[in-house]
């Protein structure tokens, strides 16, 4: 019964809406054919009213000057109407005669030869005249009369010969040169003498109107037929309201059930801050129920625990119709603090007024802690609990800027354990663990007295001491240590006496920026390495013994090139998940001539103090390019190298150009190389990194983190600098079965770039059961002793020929 009153309603208002639109065209028609006719006479009219006005412009002219002597021949006679004029005709010294034509009869053949042209009739006429042919007719005699009442102008739509004409008169006043030749008709200067009428016909005006009204029909029939279509679709729409109705209420159950049912908490508010609807999920992560939140103020639930500064920020977004997502520490109904995820927006009314607020709640509990875990890898040490090197560097920065406020010095220390590889070597891993273990235990218990202790990576440690106005003091911090240090150590059953090189530097006498105290205190620790260990040694620029060391290694390092004492070796990377070859990573070796077999890490340290890095650097990258071309020509294809790059060389202003000419002159494909940093050289001008990264991985080239993990770890990094591969240090592949700590590292780092969808490779791998372990946290990315030892040229020519089998 409702559906069918419904229809009748709908049937009712359709035909009001199709006679209302009917009788809205209908006027719409006649009032624009009205405008038409008129816009086709008003045409007519000022055709009409253009002649007539050249005609006087002509007449005004010629009656100025008296009216113009024509030469005399069979076209042009003397008027038999001027016979009057006594100077109507006049010789020329020449002897040719002379007539004079007046204006009215100049205008009057004008006039003629207009109509023979243009169909236009124009005629002059008055009331008195000699002219027989300027006699008015019917009309004329009419329009003279009403020109005589004093209109300026007579216009009417009259019939000649069967066809409509508009004709139109003006009047002719007597000028003070027409009495030259019309003195006798007695009528006064400024007297109406007579008039010039026009006729238009109207034959292409109606035409025109006729067009007009043609298109006008047209268009008003096309805008009936879609009115009228208009009319029956929206009386279908109105025929399908109801069911929509229904499907929108069911709709809107549906979604109210999903608001309901969602795991997030869903919270609306006024334009004022009172509740107006908590979702079920609302309920659940806070504690309060639904009645005891809706009405109240949002106040209600506020916890206090954030920064005011934090709120000022949302409600200066939400209040201008941005949409607010921040962290939030909130208070439960219970008491109890947790963290959530807020998104807060406003629903914004059409006339742009904000009517409510709209809050989603997600409780990120779990994920702080999750993060807070990750922070606490990245900024203590697994296997010691001391801060590591990322936590250090900060400590250093926070005690540079307190010891420049303050002018006070403090110390750096540099700490290195005496021969723990052989300790590893000789007990065990498990062993140089626990020490490692135990002699952090007592750094962490001296370090309640002042001292910032951290481990860097191995047995390297290092040790930031308080600020203080005296040298001695900071000696007697070390000899602190070295009592520290020197008790002995009792690990199942093994009684271990361990030494340490210390190297110690000091602010602000040398340096006043922490890369030079680092590297200041490192060289320190490497002379007390060359003094024969168990010794401290301050750092001394020139007077040191080591420096002595290091002055000859850069001295051979400056001919090693030249003398040809440096060679390349490559040690190939492994996918084992796929079973294939990935790429190399370029090793540079030197056998000097008066050192002997040099070991990379001493030589690599002092080439970058000295900065011969960027030589050498230069060196490895053209000699391995030309050797790889080189070696594509026996394999078939180009292998992918990975070349390292010190800090002091990525920092080089002309490192982008040297790679870009050493890949052009050698013709190797850019995307086949692989640049490999570390996190340090990342660090000190980030903007300027990420524009030099960026240049050339936009040329191809693309990049890794090397020792991932071991140094200024970041997320920040990942997501500012464009890397496409992490490497997994050895160090903590070393102990990756039996430490439960390198693990949950690797795990980490695993996971980590799998969200910013980076490679991870592993590098040290040496047994199948490390491999193993490794591919069951998701690296399959293989580099170590286990696939490959780093091989010479003609050995790396053996190894493709191998693995092709």
Request: with cysteine; proline share 3%; net charge negative.
């Amino acid at each position: 019964m409702k559906s069918s009153t419904t229809l009748t309603l709908i049937s009712k208002y359709t035909k009001a809406f199709i006679l209302f639109f009917s009788i809205l065209i209908a006027l719409s028609l006649f009032w624009n054919i009205g405008n038409v006719k008129k816009e086709t006479q008003r045409l007519a009219e000022m055709e009409a009213t253009t002649s007539l006005n050249k005609d006087l412009a002509f007449r005004l002219w010629g009656t100025r000057h008296g009216g113009a002597y024509l030469i005399v021949d069979e076209q042009t006679q003397p008027s038999v109407f001027l016979a009057h004029v006594s100077e109507r005709d006049v010789k020329t010294t020449s002897g040719k005669t002379l007539t004079l034509y007046n204006p009215a009869t100049m205008l009057r053949e004008i006039m003629n030869d207009y109509s023979k042209l243009y169909g236009v009739k124009a005629r002059i006429t008055a009331e008195l005249y000699l002219n027989p042919e300027n006699a008015p007719d019917a009309w004329e005699a009419k329009a003279l009369k009403e020109l005589k009442r004093g209109k300026k102008e007579f216009k009417e739509i009259t019939t000649i010969e069967g066809k409509d004409y508009l004709r139109v008169m003006q009047p002719m006043y007597m000028e003070g040169g027409c009495l030259k030749c019309h003195a006798w008709t007695g009528i006064k200067v400024g007297g109406l003498r007579g008039a010039t009428d026009i006729s238009i016909s109207m034959e292409k005006y109606e035409a025109l109107k006729q067009q007009s009204i043609n298109k006008l029909i047209f268009t008003h029939t096309i805008l009936w037929l879609i009115g009228i279509g208009s009319i029956f679709f929206l009386g279908r729409q109105l025929n399908k309201s109801e069911q929509k109705i229904k499907e929108n209420q069911e709709h809107l159950r549906i979604v109210y059930k999903a608001l309901e049912q969602s795991a997030n908490g869903i919270l609306v508010a006024d334009q004022n801050g009172i509740i107006q609807y908590t979702n079920g999920g609302f309920e659940r992560i806070n504690g309060y129920m639904r009645d005891e939140l809706v009405g109240q103020s949002l106040y209600k639930i506020k916890s206090n625990l954030n920064p005011s500064v934090l709120y000022d920020d949302m409600w200066s977004k939400i209040s201008n119709g941005q949409t607010w997502r921040g962290e939030l520490r909130n208070r439960k109904k219970d008491g109890s603090v947790y963290w959530c995820y807020e998104t807060i927006s406003p629903v914004i009314a059409p006339g742009g007024k904000i009517t409510h607020y709209i809050g989603v709640v997600e409780d990120i509990e779990n994920r702080k802690l999750a993060e807070e875990h990750i922070k606490q890898l990245m900024q203590y040490d697994a296997l010691t609990n001391l801060p590591n090197r990322n936590y250090f560097r900060e400590k250093l920065d926070a005690q540079l800027l307190n010891a420049s406020v303050e002018s006070r010095i403090f110390g750096l220390i540099f700490l290195d354990i005496d021969r723990f590889k052989m300790i590893n070597d000789a007990l065990g891993h498990l062993i140089g663990d626990i020490l490692l273990q135990s002699l952090s235990e007592r750094f962490i218990h001296e370090s309640k007295n002042g001292l910032f202790i951290s481990r860097l990576g191995g047995d390297e440690f290092a040790i930031i001491t308080p600020l203080t106005d005296s040298k001695k003091i900071i000696e007697n911090y070390i000899e602190k240590i070295k009592q520290i240090i020197r008790k002995p150590f009792f690990i199942q059953e093994h009684d271990i006496f361990v030494t340490a090189s210390i190297g110690v530097t000091i602010y602000p006498q040398d340096g006043i920026d922490a890369e030079i105290l680092i590297r200041s205190a490192d060289m320190a620790m490497y002379g007390a390495k060359i003094n024969g260990k168990n010794t401290h040694l301050f750092f001394e620029p020139v007077h040191g013994d080591f420096a002595s060391e290091i002055l000859e290694i850069e001295s051979g390092l400056h001919k090693a090139i030249e003398n040809s004492e440096l060679f390349l070796v490559y040690q190939p990377k492994w996918d084992t998940k796929e079973n294939r070859f990935i790429g190399l990573e370029v090793l540079v070796r030197w056998q000097s001539k008066t050192l002997g077999f040099m070991n990379p890490a001493k030589f690599i340290h002092i080439a970058e103090e000295t900065d011969l890095i960027v030589i050498l650097g230069e060196w490895i990258l053209r000699e391995s390019l030309v050797a790889m071309m080189r070696l594509s020509l026996v394999v078939g294809f180009v292998p992918k190298i990975s070349v390292n790059l010190s800090p002091v060389q990525f920092k080089s202003e002309g490192l982008n150009a040297m790679v870009k000419d050493s890949l052009e002159k050698t013709n190797f494909p850019p995307e086949q190389l692989e640049l490999e940093i570390t996190e340090g050289a990342l660090v000190n001008n980030p903007v300027a990194s990420i524009e030099k990264m960026t240049d050339l991985c936009n040329y191809g080239v693309s990049f890794s983190i090397d020792d991932f993990g071991t140094g200024y770890s970041s997320m920040s990094y990942l997501k500012k600098f464009p890397v496409s591969t992490l490497k997994i240090d050895k160090s903590f592949v070393d102990d990756i079965i039996d430490d439960p700590h390198d693990r949950a590292i690797i795990q980490a780092i695993v996971t980590l770039a799998k969200s910013f969808n980076i490679d991870t490779i592993a590098e040290g791998a040496e047994t199948r059961e490390q491999v193993d372990a490794l591919n069951s946290l998701g690296c399959y990315n293989i580099q170590g002793y286990w696939h490959s030892k780093p091989l010479e040229y003609t050995a790396l020519l053996a190894y493709f020929e191998k693995i092709k089998e």
